[in-house]
């Protein structure tokens, strides 16, 4: 390793070091909240397919791949209604392409509660109820990915990411960056890695608090070939989330701080104009289906039911590209 590969690394320590020292657990999930459909219909992966418009949200390096401009709209409504979840993601420019991804989450007519004194514990006699006006939940983010091609099949990303917090009337900003390299290991195989988070990610509260997001790594293997005699079109991912929040029964596996949740997809082009999907997210099955009519893409996507009883989750968009 030359000097400046060390100095990079070093630097690289040392922005971590500050995020690590006063870091939150959960204070990033708002961050975690991933946009596309096909990626929810193949198992939340998409650290190694270029087709995404959202690109610049799951590997900015990818952008260094994209062949055409794109714009997705998608709607989505998590855990039967109780969340709206929308973006617009589109991937422009000529000789360098970047992305940018915008998206929005919303809770609705969220119920306040409190006891009906104050003062006194709570018992059968002081028992919970509403009070005041129901609030809401509004979350917007900003991902603005740029890459560039270190060797020809070495590619890096960045992605610089703003967020406003509105939660029950308390506001926040949140701002940091992802860094993602996808390497081409050959013709029918490739390797995302991304760090979520990794150049220093805060949130910072209008009553003076802070919160600094623990870094995490997202690792994935893409494989793509062909089958039967008709050559037709297959894609498998493969890939994991490693977060150091000691997330224990809530992660897939977990041993003292580290913890790891698993993804799959499963994708197949019978004819050209469309999409069937498959896949694994941590501990629910998706599936999905996309057609693709000219420049105009339709794509659907649903979550079934998780261990932890939050319900079906559906995704639709509409998408273009020139």
């Known amino acids: 390793m030359n000097t400046k590969r060390y100095m990079l690394a070093a630097g690289l320590l040392l922005m971590l070091i500050p995020c690590l020292l006063n870091a939150a657990k959960y204070a990033g999930e708002v961050f975690y909240m991933s946009p596309g459909v096909a990626n929810q219909a193949l198992g939340n992966t998409g650290l190694t397919n270029e087709g995404s418009a959202s690109a610049a949200w799951w590997n900015p390096a990818l952008l260094a791949l994209q062949s055409s401009h794109k714009i997705e709209l998608m709607h989505a409504e998590q855990f039967e209604g109780l969340m709206q979840f929308n973006h617009i993601s589109t991937v422009i420019g000529n000789q360098n392409r970047f992305g940018l ?3 929005h989450i919303g809770i609705d007519d969220i119920k306040l509660t409190a006891l009906e004194n104050d003062s006194l514990p ?3 006699n002081n028992q919970p109820v509403i009070k005041g006006k129901p609030v809401n939940n509004n979350d917007l983010m900003l991902y603005f990915g ?12 960045v992605t610089p990411k703003l967020a406003y917090r509105n939660l029950a009337k308390k506001q926040g900003f949140g701002f940091g960056a992802d860094l993602g390299f996808l390497w081409d290991i050959n013709q029918v195989l490739r390797l995302g890695v991304v760090g979520k988070d990794f150049l220093s990610t805060h949130i910072i509260w209008e009553n003076g608090t802070k919160e600094s997001v623990i870094p995490s790594v997202h690792s994935e293997l893409g494989y793509r ?7 037709i079109p297959l894609h498998l991912t493969v890939g994991v989330e490693s977060l150091l929040e000691g997330r224990k029964e809530a992660a897939t596996i977990s041993t003292g701080s580290y913890s790891a949740d698993f993804h ?17 997210d941590t501990d629910a099955f998706t599936a999905g289906m996309g057609v693709y009519i000219r420049k105009l893409s339709i794509e659907y996507a649903v979550k079934l039911a998780s261990q932890d009883d939050l319900g079906y989750s559906h995704r639709i968009s509409a998408g273009w590209k020139w």
Request: proline share 7%; charged share 5%; no cysteine.
């Open 264 to 280: 799959a997809g499963l994708a197949v082009l019978p004819i050209p104009q469309l999409q069937v999907m498959t896949g694994y």
């Open 225 to 231: 070939t062909a089958v039967t005699s008709h050559e």
């Open 122 to 124: 709570p018992s059968a």
């Open 101 to 103: 991804v915008i998206t």
């Open 146 to 157: 740029i890459s560039r091609t270190l060797r020809n099949n070495l590619h890096m990303g």
